[in-house]
């Protein structure tokens, strides 16, 4: 009976932690989202040189994040996931002007649709048993592989090039995306929520990005 109990209370401290931290994280995205959306206003005006800056000084910050965790500065990494959050607004913010001055409406829909992509393959991956560690494998290689694509993009006009890219990133980052939210269910350390929360946000700026891709007929390239 006692086993019974320990067990019990042992369960129920461990769904404590992982609520926690699924709260902790998801209010980092939110915070990052909302960062990189005054940084996307604030550099709407910016040339590409400065995003470039931008996008190396955003990356940057994530490096230090490793740093700052193994010394156990909490508070540092938190200030760097938002000062990622903000340089990467910044970074984009010519991208996103781009789109916006060609067909406003392509943000909007590309925004509703990442909202229904991440809520849909995040709570798959939340609720499955299935060990998708495999699949965030495959999703890493994949990537490459669509990086190296892109680069011929650049060279080599193929027909229908940039919808085939934009669907194949959505498909590469369905994989990162239900992964990230399996960690979520797995983890119990809620010292790793900023890191949760940067890889969960970069997951939905690279699906919003596909999107907009689509929903705009690829007119940047």
């Known amino acids: 009976?006692?086993?019974?109990?320990?067990?019990?209370?042992?369960?129920?401290?461990?769904?404590?932690?992982?609520?926690?931290?699924?709260?902790?994280?998801?209010?980092?995205?939110?915070?990052?989202?909302?960062?990189?959306?005054?940084?996307?206003?604030?550099?709407?005006?910016?040339?590409?040189?400065?995003?470039?800056?931008?996008?190396?000084?955003?990356?940057?910050?994530?490096?230090?994040?490793?740093?700052?965790?193994?010394?156990?500065?909490?508070?540092?990494?938190?200030?760097?996931?938002?000062?990622?959050?903000?340089?990467?607004?910044?970074?984009?913010?010519?991208?996103i002007a781009y789109y916006g001055s060609m067909d406003p409406r392509a943000l909007w829909q590309a925004g509703g649709a990442t909202a229904l992509f991440i809520a849909g393959f995040g709570a798959a991956g939340y609720a499955t048993r299935r060990d998708l560690t495999a699949v965030a494998r495959i999703a890493f290689w994949a990537l490459l592989a669509l990086i190296v694509f892109g680069i011929v993009l650049i060279f080599v006009n193929i027909p229908h090039g940039d919808l085939v890219y934009s669907v194949l990133g959505l498909v590469i980052f369905a994989g990162f995306t239900m992964f990230d939210f399996q960690r979520l269910r797995t983890n119990q350390d809620i010292t790793s929520a900023p890191f949760l929360a940067a890889s969960i946000f970069l997951d939905v700026l690279n699906v919003f990005l596909f999107f907009l891709e689509i929903f705009s007929g690829g007119q940047e390239r």
């Open 1 to 95: 009976m006692t086993n019974t109990l320990t067990y019990q209370q042992m369960d129920t401290t461990a769904r404590g932690q992982t609520h926690a931290l699924f709260a902790q994280t998801m209010g980092y995205v939110a915070a990052t989202a909302a960062l990189f959306a005054l940084g996307a206003w604030l550099g709407r005006n910016l040339t590409g040189g400065v995003g470039i800056v931008a996008f190396i000084a955003a990356f940057a910050c994530l490096i230090a994040m490793r740093f700052a965790a193994r010394r156990s500065q909490q508070q540092l990494t938190v200030g760097l996931l938002a000062a990622f959050g903000l340089l990467i607004g910044l970074a984009v913010a010519p991208t």
